[in-house]
């Protein structure tokens, strides 16, 4: 027998709650014939282009270490879609710093600006690690509220009533993982008129800007007085298919990066080469594939929204990302039971919205990232257990 010793766990370690959405579909392993609208994963394989750049590297023997900061040829081409796609212009050379995935940018960026005490806001319901990640940092995490009548967006009032003097850091992620909410220019201008008001620090994940349907994706960081108080945050995973290569990037002013990438040189040192090539590659002549990935997408968001509204879920239509989140509130069950009885008794796999903090209550987290014959068979499934719960008007 191994004897434990739960001292040697640090407390603010021993106190963070496990991902609701791995704990959730630890239960799905090994369970047949089951339909997984759960985990935010595309179902597409990485565009072919994409992964013959990251073999070509393999064959020319691109083993090495990279710089800290990354590839400078990937840099540059950062930069320069960056600067095209969101119209904020950066240095390559010292303001765009290549890490693993971007969860390890928005860990780095954390770490290099919060000092034990401060209040790092951010909207929810929201993607599981941004309180967890801020708890690590010694910071102390602030939800702000936002509601499906909203579409999910984040209201400047809402951010200023919870602001106070030891408010430090703002974290945006729009389009946002649950929900798909996007932000509409207007209401960015009033949070970045607050965030200059209130000498806020902004992080901005927009990890699924261009999965945007409908309407203009603006960063925060394009706004005038933003770019020298916001870290621009962005990845592969999932306009390209890329979640299995793990590279993200950070941008943003000087001293920022320079801290930022001091924390990466000591615990990553810098991501796989193999990585860096392939993300080259995607960004160089990956839209064509992107675009297409997207229109798929479009079309499962259509079916899904549909059929969830037809069996009287309520469900907002995303204008982004690939999640749909309807209420479950009028079957009378939490999320989490609605969940855990859909799985045991139609095998339909689905987060609950606490997954994604308290705000997720009565909420239900459906990826479309899977095949439309799945989505329509798992809706099938779906309106069965919805008919024998009280309550729901067909």
């Not at 239509?317 to 609605?338: H, I, N, Q």
């Not at 919805?386 to 729901?392: D, E, I, L, S, T």
Request: some cysteine; glycine content about 8%; charged content about 20%.
């Amino acid at each position: 027998m191994h004897q434990r010793f739960p001292g040697f766990v640090a407390r603010h370690v021993r106190g963070l709650p496990r991902s609701g959405i791995r704990e959730f579909f630890d239960l799905v392993v090994g369970v047949p014939d089951v339909i997984s609208l759960g985990v935010g994963e595309p179902d597409f394989v990485t565009p072919w282009h994409i992964r013959e750049a990251a073999i070509y590297a393999l064959e020319r023997g691109r083993t090495s270490y990279t710089s800290n900061l990354g590839l400078l040829k990937l840099r540059e081409a950062i930069a320069a879609t960056v600067q095209r796609r969101f119209h904020v212009t950066y240095d390559p050379r010292q303001e765009v710093l290549v890490t693993v995935g971007v969860s390890e940018a928005l860990d780095i960026a954390l770490r290099a600006v919060v000092n034990p005490g401060d209040e790092v806001l951010y909207h929810e319901p929201c993607y599981v690690s941004y309180s967890p990640s801020v708890v690590l940092t010694y910071g102390v995490p602030v939800p702000v509220p936002c509601h499906a009548a909203d579409g999910f967006a984040v209201r400047a009032d809402a951010i200023a009533e919870r602001l106070t003097p030891r408010s430090r850091v703002l974290v945006l992620n729009f389009p946002t993982n649950p929900t798909g909410g996007t932000m509409e220019r207007a209401e960015l201008e009033r949070i970045a008129a607050l965030a200059q008001r209130h000498d806020l620090l902004v992080i901005t994940d927009e990890i699924y800007s261009e999965l945007t349907y409908e309407g203009e994706h603006v960063s925060i960081a394009a706004l005038p007085g933003m770019r020298e108080r916001t870290v621009f945050l962005h990845g592969f995973s999932k306009a390209y298919a890329m979640t299995g290569f793990r590279i993200g990037y950070a941008c943003g002013p000087v001293d920022l990066v320079e801290a930022m990438m001091k924390i990466h040189q000591y615990s990553m040192l810098c991501a796989s080469i193999v990585s860096q090539e392939a993300a080259t590659e995607a960004l160089l002549n990956g839209d064509a594939a992107m675009v297409e990935m997207r229109e798929a997408y479009r079309a499962r968001r259509n079916l899904i929204v549909d059929a969830l509204n037809g069996m009287g879920l309520t469900c907002h239509r995303p204008r982004g990302a690939f999640y749909a989140f309807p209420s479950v509130a009028a079957t009378g069950l939490t999320a989490k039971d609605f969940a855990f009885r859909l799985l045991a008794e139609e095998k339909v796999a689905c987060v609950p919205g606490t997954a994604f903090g308290a705000g997720g209550e009565g909420f239900l987290r459906c990826c479309f990232a899977t095949a439309l014959d799945r989505i329509e068979e798992a809706m099938l499934r779906l309106g069965r257990f919805v008919q024998r719960c009280p309550g729901v008007r067909q």
